[in-house]
């Protein structure tokens, strides 16, 4: 057919590993359950902001300068980031991409993400740590949504690529990565076990 595809929206997804990562898991686990108890301004911040969760992206959002576990999650998400990189075109010619932020989420039962992005970052994306049976995907929204101003609704079974919603699958041990501007979010998680996912941004500037 002459239709050609144009201003592509990416999103990588890919186990993180081959192997390693069940201990690593468990480490960030370990981790995550100290930093909730001794970090009180994170939990000061996330009860404004992640009612009923806890995060450190307001206390402690660089845990992969203070934590060696998360320096190792660094470093293994390296050959992600240039891939994704590469299937963007990116030209990153002596200035590569680094991790500025990296923080740890932990959402209980009925805590939920609003919709948001990353306007300083150029990639972002979310390493899954813990995800009970049930528990939300990652939601993403068509970035030209608010221009699409007489369309008509999308028919049920469209193609992924035609629709204005995505809910990427979130699985333990699994990364996600995407353009920082793409607007995203977790709905409420309506299973009792805690989501427990890390967060990170790349910037190039």
Known sequence: MPIETLFATRLYRAKL?????????????????VLREDDGGGRQWSAVNYPGGYTSYGSVCRLQTVSPTFARLEHWLTPHIRAFARSLDLDLVGRPLTMTDCWINAMPQGVTHSLHLHPTATISGTYYVQVPK??????????????????????????????????SPAVAGYVTLFESWLRHEVPANPVAAE????SFNYSWF
């Open 134 to 167: 049930g528990a939300p995907g990652l939601k993403l929204e068509d970035p030209r949504l608010d221009r699409m101003m007489a369309a008509p609704p999308r028919r049920a079974n469209a193609r992924p690529a035609n629709r204005t919603w995505i809910t």
């Open 17 to 33: 590993a081959s192997r390693g990562v069940a201990a690593l898991n468990a480490q960030m686990l370990r981790e995550l359950a």
């Open 195 to 198: 989501r427990v996912s890390v």
